[in-house]
């Protein structure tokens, strides 16, 4: 008889979703911002978060019933959606640049 008592299963929690590291993340501010000193116009939020959530549609692509980091991903997307709806309103020059740049609309 086999007894699943007192076997664990090492998962490695590194290779489940990796952030974004630091130097990605400045290469996006670097392309996106507006000035010299700018790190969270609202062009450079919409580029990090559509960078996430690129990396969020990988993780998906291998763990389809991972439904709790889904969530996050639909939050980050609201998110995105509610600060494109702001510059489309502001600057829609701006808008336009960003949505061809980035790849979003057709």
């Known amino acids: 008889m086999n007894s ?6 090492v998962v490695d929690f590194q290779s489940l ?7 990605s993340k ?3 501010i670097e392309k996106y911002r507006n000035h010299e000193a700018d790190v969270g116009s609202c062009t450079v939020q919409v580029a990090l978060l559509t960078q996430r ?7 998906f692509a291998k763990n ?8 996050g991903m639909m939050r980050l997307i609201s ?4 600060l494109l709806a702001y510059l489309r309103k502001t600057n ?5 640049a960003l949505i061809g740049s980035l790849g979003l609309r057709k």
């Open 92 to 96: 829609p020059g701006q808008y336009k």
């Open 79 to 82: 998110e995105r959606k509610g």
């Open 4 to 9: 699943k008592k007192g076997k664990t299963a």
């Open 64 to 71: 389809h019933k991972d439904n709790s980091s889904r969530r």
């Open 26 to 28: 400045n290469e996006v």
């Open 17 to 23: 979703v990796v952030p974004i590291n630091q130097c």
């Open 53 to 59: 959530i690129e990396q969020l549609k990988v993780h």
